[in-house]
């Protein structure tokens, strides 16, 4: 199984970025997937999340900015930031809890990250 992100860069403050994550490999279904980010010299700290049946989560910090969305068809989930801030800047790394298998028990894997730079 292999997920890859896509769609990090640089941008000014206030602009906005797409990112995209497509899981790949050995799918029998996909639980949860979420979005996480990592700061040079901080942990990683969830930024979105999008649970079985629709539910989702945010960050305080990107509410109103940030939006997650899945596309089930295309293994594919997506993080619209909008009106991105210089302290937004981190790598930014995507997540599901999946099963291989049916008689398999679920398992969290991770991308590898994509950065995302804010400049002021």
């Known amino acids: 199984v292999q997920l890859v992100e896509s769609g990090g860069g640089l941008v000014q403050a206030g602009g906005s970025l797409r990112l995209s994550c497509v899981a790949s490999?050995?799918?029998?279904?996909?639980?949860?997937m979420g979005w996480y980010r990592q700061a040079p010299g901080k942990q990683r700290e969830l930024v979105a999340h999008?649970?079985?049946?629709?539910?989702?989560k945010y960050a305080d910090s990107v509410k109103g900015r940030f939006t997650i969305s899945r596309d089930n068809a295309k293994n594919t989930v997506y993080l619209q930031m909008n009106s991105l801030k210089p302290e937004d800047t981190a790598v930014y790394y995507c997540?599901?809890?999946?099963?291989?298998?049916?008689?398999?028990?679920?398992?969290?894997?991770w991308g590898q990250g994509t950065q995302v730079t804010v400049s002021s």
């Open positions: 490999g050995s799918i029998f279904i996909i639980n949860d």
């Open positions: 999008w649970s079985t049946g629709a539910s989702t």
């Open positions: 997540n599901a809890d999946l099963r291989t298998a049916w008689y398999k028990e679920p398992t969290t894997y």
